[in-house]
T-cell receptor, first 112, second 113 residues
Framework: AQSVTQLGSHVSVSEGALVLLRCNYS??????LFWYVQYPNQGLQLLLK??????LVKGINGFEAEFKKSETSFHLTKPSAHMSDAAEYFCAVSDNTDKLIFGTGTRLQVFP | NAGVTQTPKFQVLKTGQSMTLQCAQDMNHEYMSWYRQDPGMGLRLIHY???????DQGEVPNGYNVSRSTTEDFPLRLLSAAPSQTSVYFCASSPGTSGYEQYFGPGTRLTVT
């Protein structure tokens, strides 16, 4: 069965610092991997996704993630945090079923 | 395109009452799903549909019913509300299943007293 683990329910960084949000997955087949962002009182929107091909995936707002099969990881990074990046971030996985399974989320705080 | 719309935005129910959360999409997406979001638990899949007339259960289906009579609409029915169903509910749609981006509605915040 597929599953997602997000390490760290809260991450705090200073503005301009590196953002690293961790995601590990479990899947019996090659997975499809996603990062979604949720701003306060809003629905989720897609940041980026990995399906096949290049393992380094670039998304919106300067975020990127690297699929590492050997480590079963799909960590999200951004070189320089901005105040507007403060939000909750969700990693999600789907395989050959019809289901998208989400992690428990990481709340990112950005301090000036 | 309006995308995915949900009504109502807020709802308060008493224990035992029933209600229907509405979800509609105008993108002609085949796949639709319902999630609930609870603090510290992320989003959990309640029910999903891969097309009109086809529905299936997700992780937490108990206490909820769905139907999909049209491509556009996917209502979620609470049969007899319980305080444990207090949550934020999100509807989502996508053109297909595995590998496709899901588009989310703005959510319905439900409180059951």
């Amino acid at each position: 069965a597929q599953s997602v683990t997000q390490l760290g329910s809260h991450v705090s960084v200073s503005e301009g610092a590196l953002v690293l949000l961790r995601c590990n997955y479990s899947s019996s087949v090659p997975p499809y991997l996603f990062w979604y962002v949720q701003y306060p009182n809003q629905g989720l929107q897609l940041l980026l996704k990995y399906t096949t091909g290049a393992t380094l995936v670039k998304g919106i707002n300067g975020f990127e993630a690297e699929f590492k099969k050997s480590e079963t990881s799909f960590h999200l990074t951004k070189p320089s945090a901005h105040m507007s990046d403060a939000a909750e971030y969700f990693c999600a996985v789907s395989d050959n079923t019809d289901k998208l399974i989400f992690g428990t989320g990481t709340r990112l705080q950005v301090f000036p | 395109n309006a995308g995915v719309t949900q009504t109502p935005k807020f709802q308060v129910l008493k224990t035992g009452q029933s209600m229907t959360l509405q979800c509609a999409q105008d993108m002609n997406h085949e796949y639709m799903s319902w999630y609930r979001q609870d603090p510290g638990m992320g989003l959990r899949l309640i029910h999903y549909s891969v097309g009109a007339g086809i529905t299936d259960q997700g992780e937490v289906p108990n206490g909820y019913n769905v139907s999909r009579s049209t491509t556009e609409d996917f209502p979620l029915r609470l049969l007899s509300a319980a305080p444990s169903q207090t949550s934020v509910y999100f509807c989502a749609s996508s053109p297909g299943t595995s590998g496709y981006e899901q588009y989310f509605g703005p959510g319905t915040r439900l409180t059951v007293t």
